[in-house]
């Protein structure tokens, strides 16, 4: 349940951030999957987030349990293939952590609008432990 601009009460609590999607890697992995409906190779995939085979491999194992992705393991001129895709189900809950990223973007420009600048908000302030 999202709450509404002015309501108070866990106004910025962000919901919306999924733990599943809220890690750089799997973030990196929707990402590219989105915007390639047809799916895209695994080598691909791994070139295109800078991963490697294993560090992919466990975040499409999340993603996949999480129904987020599937996983297409077939033969392509008597070669080994794997093409990854975006569910349905995964498509919807990325567009719906975009949502909420764009309510944290449009809280933080609201702050720096009317309150000055992030280095303007943090003058005077000391260090904790100092």
Same mark, same amino acid.
């Given at each position: 349940?999202?709450?509404?601009? &002015? ?7 962000? /919901?919306? %951030?999924? +733990?599943?999607?809220?890690?750089? $890697?799997? =973030?990196?992995? =929707? ?17 295109? #987030?800078?991963?490697?085979? &294993? ?7 999340? =993603? /996949? *349990?999480?129904?987020?992705? *599937? ?5 392509? +001129? ?5 093409? #990854?895709?975006?569910? $349905? ?5 990325? %567009?719906?952590? =975009? *949502? ?8 933080? $420009? ?21």
């Amino acid at each position: 349940m999202k709450s509404k601009p &002015g309501n108070s009460e866990g106004r910025f609590a962000y /919901e919306g %951030l999924d +733990r599943v999607i809220h890690e750089r $890697a799997r =973030l990196s992995v =929707l990402t590219s999957l989105i915007t390639n409906p047809k799916g895209v190779s695994f080598n691909d995939l791994k070139q295109l #987030c800078a991963l490697t085979d &294993g560090n992919l491999s466990r975040h499409l194992s999340v =993603l /996949e *349990e999480a129904k987020m992705v *599937e996983i297409i393991r077939g033969h392509d +001129r008597n070669r080994p293939q794997t093409i #990854c895709r975006i569910t $349905a189900s995964g498509r919807r809950r990325y %567009l719906d952590y =975009l *949502e909420t990223l764009e309510q944290v973007v449009r809280d933080a $420009a609201g702050v720096e609008k009317s309150e000055g600048t992030a280095p303007d908000l943090l003058n005077g302030l000391e260090p904790s432990g100092a």
